[in-house]
């Protein structure tokens, strides 16, 4: 059981240090600027939601945690 555990925290931080990885080199910028995203600003409100950003990381998570539980 430990064992378990202790791979699990090593998987999560190698995901961290991709991830973050991926936002300091830039490769995210598409976040929130693709068709579908919501974005709406006017003097006293700004409206944000990135509907369909929010979705590719939701099937992208989805594939990633059904691997995992495949092969552990």
Do not use: E
Request: glycine share 10%; no cysteine.
């Amino acid at each position: 059981m430990h064992r378990q555990i202790g791979l699990m925290v090593v998987v999560a931080g190698a995901i961290l240090i991709g991830l973050g990885t991926l936002i300091y080199s830039g490769a995210l910028r598409w976040f929130g600027k693709l068709p579908g995203d919501i974005r709406y600003q006017s003097d006293h409100l700004q409206f944000y939601a990135p509907i369909v950003s929010m979705l590719i990381i939701s099937l992208v998570l989805s594939l990633l945690f059904y691997l995992l539980r495949r092969f552990f």
